[in-house]
Protein backbone atom coordinates (compact mmCIF):
# COMPACT_ATOMS: atom_id res chain seq x y z
CA UNK A 1 0.00 0.00 0.00
CA UNK A 2 3.15 2.28 0.76
CA UNK A 3 4.57 1.79 -2.82
CA UNK A 4 2.76 4.17 -5.53
CA UNK A 5 1.59 2.33 -8.75
CA UNK A 6 2.99 4.20 -12.21
CA UNK A 7 0.59 6.71 -13.56
CA UNK A 8 -1.85 6.79 -10.01
CA UNK A 9 -2.17 10.43 -8.30
CA UNK A 10 0.02 10.73 -5.34
CA UNK A 11 -3.34 11.92 -3.36
CA UNK A 12 -4.68 8.60 -3.81
CA UNK A 13 -1.82 6.81 -2.85
CA UNK A 14 -1.80 9.02 0.78
CA UNK A 15 -5.21 8.72 0.89
CA UNK A 16 -5.24 4.54 0.83
CA UNK A 17 -2.02 4.78 3.43
CA UNK A 18 -4.59 6.89 5.61
CA UNK A 19 -7.45 4.26 5.10
CA UNK A 20 -4.63 0.98 5.65
CA UNK A 21 -3.87 2.80 8.95
CA UNK A 22 -7.48 3.39 10.35
CA UNK A 23 -7.85 -0.59 9.37
CA UNK A 24 -5.04 -1.17 11.68
CA UNK A 25 -6.34 1.27 14.04
CA UNK A 26 -9.97 -0.39 14.00
CA UNK A 27 -8.23 -4.07 14.39
CA UNK A 28 -6.31 -3.75 17.19
CA UNK A 29 -9.48 -2.09 18.91
CA UNK A 30 -11.31 -5.28 18.05
CA UNK A 31 -8.57 -7.20 19.34
CA UNK A 32 -8.44 -5.64 22.40
CA UNK A 33 -12.24 -6.26 22.65
CA UNK A 34 -11.95 -9.53 22.24
CA UNK A 35 -9.41 -9.78 24.70
CA UNK A 36 -11.74 -8.19 27.42
CA UNK A 37 -14.28 -10.13 26.51
CA UNK A 38 -12.15 -13.18 26.56
CA UNK A 39 -11.23 -12.42 30.18
CA UNK A 40 -14.24 -11.29 31.28
CA UNK A 41 -15.72 -14.96 30.28
CA UNK A 42 -12.80 -16.71 31.93
CA UNK A 43 -13.09 -14.84 35.34
CA UNK A 44 -16.83 -15.74 35.34
CA UNK A 45 -16.31 -19.12 35.00
CA UNK A 46 -14.02 -19.34 37.75
CA UNK A 47 -15.95 -17.03 39.80
CA UNK A 48 -19.03 -19.77 38.81
CA UNK A 49 -17.48 -22.41 40.09
CA UNK A 50 -16.35 -20.96 43.49
CA UNK A 51 -19.89 -19.76 43.52
CA UNK A 52 -21.47 -23.38 42.68
CA UNK A 53 -19.38 -24.26 46.06
CA UNK A 54 -20.20 -22.04 48.16
CA UNK A 55 -23.92 -21.78 47.45
CA UNK A 56 -26.38 -23.70 48.98
CA UNK A 57 -28.65 -25.48 46.15
CA UNK A 58 -31.55 -26.65 47.84
CA UNK A 59 -34.81 -26.12 45.91
CA UNK A 60 -36.86 -24.73 48.86
CA UNK A 61 -40.04 -24.34 46.11
CA UNK A 62 -43.06 -26.60 45.86
CA UNK A 63 -42.87 -26.95 42.31
CA UNK A 64 -41.45 -29.60 39.70
CA UNK A 65 -38.21 -28.45 38.08
CA UNK A 66 -38.22 -29.45 34.41
CA UNK A 67 -36.37 -31.91 33.01
CA UNK A 68 -33.56 -31.82 29.86
CA UNK A 69 -35.69 -32.13 26.75
CA UNK A 70 -38.11 -29.92 27.81
CA UNK A 71 -35.55 -27.04 27.95
CA UNK A 72 -33.67 -28.33 24.75
CA UNK A 73 -36.72 -27.52 22.81
CA UNK A 74 -37.81 -24.55 24.57
CA UNK A 75 -34.58 -23.24 23.29
CA UNK A 76 -34.92 -24.57 20.02
CA UNK A 77 -38.30 -22.68 20.08
CA UNK A 78 -36.76 -19.45 21.37
CA UNK A 79 -34.05 -20.00 18.83
CA UNK A 80 -36.34 -19.75 15.88
CA UNK A 81 -38.46 -16.95 17.27
CA UNK A 82 -34.80 -15.14 17.64
CA UNK A 83 -33.97 -16.73 14.42
CA UNK A 84 -37.26 -15.03 12.29
CA UNK A 85 -36.90 -11.58 14.47
CA UNK A 86 -33.17 -10.95 13.21
CA UNK A 87 -34.62 -12.56 9.70
CA UNK A 88 -36.64 -9.47 9.53
CA UNK A 89 -34.99 -6.88 10.95
CA UNK A 90 -31.49 -7.03 10.75
CA UNK A 91 -32.22 -8.05 6.89
CA UNK A 92 -34.87 -5.49 5.67
CA UNK A 93 -34.33 -2.33 8.44
CA UNK A 94 -30.70 -2.57 9.62
CA UNK A 95 -31.68 -0.40 12.30
CA UNK A 96 -28.11 0.34 13.38
CA UNK A 97 -27.15 1.78 10.35
CA UNK A 98 -24.01 -0.43 10.34
CA UNK A 99 -24.09 -1.66 7.07
CA UNK A 100 -20.61 -3.23 6.52
CA UNK A 101 -19.33 -2.93 10.40
CA UNK A 102 -19.93 -6.75 11.21
CA UNK A 103 -18.14 -6.34 14.67
CA UNK A 104 -20.94 -3.63 15.76
CA UNK A 105 -23.72 -5.38 13.97
CA UNK A 106 -22.96 -8.50 15.70
CA UNK A 107 -22.56 -6.46 19.22
CA UNK A 108 -26.64 -5.19 18.72
CA UNK A 109 -27.68 -8.77 17.89
CA UNK A 110 -25.99 -9.77 21.59
CA UNK A 111 -27.56 -6.48 23.27
CA UNK A 112 -30.93 -7.61 21.63
CA UNK A 113 -30.87 -11.21 22.50
CA UNK A 114 -29.39 -10.31 26.49
CA UNK A 115 -33.00 -8.09 26.35
CA UNK A 116 -34.97 -10.83 25.15
CA UNK A 117 -33.31 -13.32 27.53
CA UNK A 118 -32.56 -10.97 30.73
CA UNK A 119 -36.03 -9.11 30.40
CA UNK A 120 -38.49 -12.15 30.00
CA UNK A 121 -37.18 -14.00 32.64
CA UNK A 122 -37.21 -11.28 35.09
CA UNK A 123 -40.92 -10.19 33.80
CA UNK A 124 -43.91 -11.28 35.10
CA UNK A 125 -44.04 -13.88 32.62
CA UNK A 126 -40.55 -15.55 34.14
CA UNK A 127 -39.72 -17.18 31.23
CA UNK A 128 -39.00 -16.73 27.49
CA UNK A 129 -41.70 -17.12 24.81
CA UNK A 130 -39.87 -21.03 24.00
CA UNK A 131 -40.62 -21.59 27.86
CA UNK A 132 -44.19 -19.84 28.35
CA UNK A 133 -44.96 -21.92 24.79
CA UNK A 134 -43.71 -25.53 26.87
CA UNK A 135 -45.29 -23.74 30.81
CA UNK A 136 -41.75 -23.42 31.95
CA UNK A 137 -40.40 -20.42 34.10
CA UNK A 138 -37.18 -19.92 36.11
CA UNK A 139 -37.44 -19.05 39.44
CA UNK A 140 -34.84 -18.78 42.24
CA UNK A 141 -34.76 -21.24 45.23
CA UNK A 142 -37.83 -19.97 46.90
CA UNK A 143 -40.07 -20.34 43.76
CA UNK A 144 -40.16 -16.16 43.19
CA UNK A 145 -39.55 -14.64 40.31
CA UNK A 146 -35.66 -13.36 39.96
CA UNK A 147 -34.90 -9.63 38.86
CA UNK A 148 -33.19 -8.03 36.14
CA UNK A 149 -29.61 -8.27 37.26
CA UNK A 150 -29.87 -11.80 38.11
CA UNK A 151 -31.30 -12.65 34.82
CA UNK A 152 -28.60 -10.79 33.38
CA UNK A 153 -26.10 -12.92 35.00
CA UNK A 154 -27.89 -15.70 33.82
CA UNK A 155 -27.52 -14.81 30.30
CA UNK A 156 -23.58 -14.33 30.63
CA UNK A 157 -23.65 -17.66 32.59
CA UNK A 158 -25.67 -19.19 29.38
CA UNK A 159 -22.71 -18.38 26.94
CA UNK A 160 -20.85 -19.65 28.92
CA UNK A 161 -22.60 -22.99 29.16
CA UNK A 162 -22.59 -22.94 25.34
CA UNK A 163 -18.88 -22.21 24.63
CA UNK A 164 -17.76 -25.60 26.05
CA UNK A 165 -19.53 -27.88 23.42
CA UNK A 166 -22.65 -26.93 25.24
CA UNK A 167 -20.98 -28.36 28.20
CA UNK A 168 -23.30 -26.19 30.57
CA UNK A 169 -26.44 -27.78 28.98
CA UNK A 170 -25.59 -31.07 29.07
CA UNK A 171 -25.47 -30.79 32.87
CA UNK A 172 -28.90 -30.17 32.90
CA UNK A 173 -29.41 -34.13 32.67
CA UNK A 174 -27.12 -34.94 35.47
CA UNK A 175 -27.89 -32.68 38.21
CA UNK A 176 -30.06 -33.34 41.24
CA UNK A 177 -32.29 -30.20 40.43
CA UNK A 178 -31.72 -30.30 36.21
CA UNK A 179 -29.74 -27.30 36.57
CA UNK A 180 -27.45 -25.82 34.01
CA UNK A 181 -24.19 -24.28 34.75
CA UNK A 182 -25.39 -20.55 34.60
CA UNK A 183 -28.67 -21.62 36.64
CA UNK A 184 -26.28 -23.28 39.27
CA UNK A 185 -24.01 -20.11 39.35
CA UNK A 186 -26.84 -17.75 40.28
CA UNK A 187 -29.53 -20.05 42.03
CA UNK A 188 -32.12 -20.80 39.74
CA UNK A 189 -34.17 -23.60 38.63
CA UNK A 190 -36.47 -23.80 35.78
CA UNK A 191 -39.78 -25.36 37.10
CA UNK A 192 -42.91 -26.29 35.33
CA UNK A 193 -46.28 -23.80 35.64
CA UNK A 194 -49.26 -24.74 37.67
Given at each position: ????V?GS?P??????K???????????????I?????????????????????R????????????????????I?????????????????????????E?????????????????????????????????LKV?D?N????????S???F????????????????????????????M??????????
Amino acid sequence: MDALVFGSDPLDAVTLKGQHKNMETQVQLYRIINEAILFLLVAYVIYGFIKIRKRDTHFKANEVVAGFWLRIFSGIIDFTILFLLFLVILCFFDPFGLEGCEYFETMGEIFVVWIYYAGLHASKLQATLGKKILGLKVVDGNGKRIGFVKSSERFLGAIISQIFFYFGYIMIAFTKYKQAFHDMTTGTFVVKMK
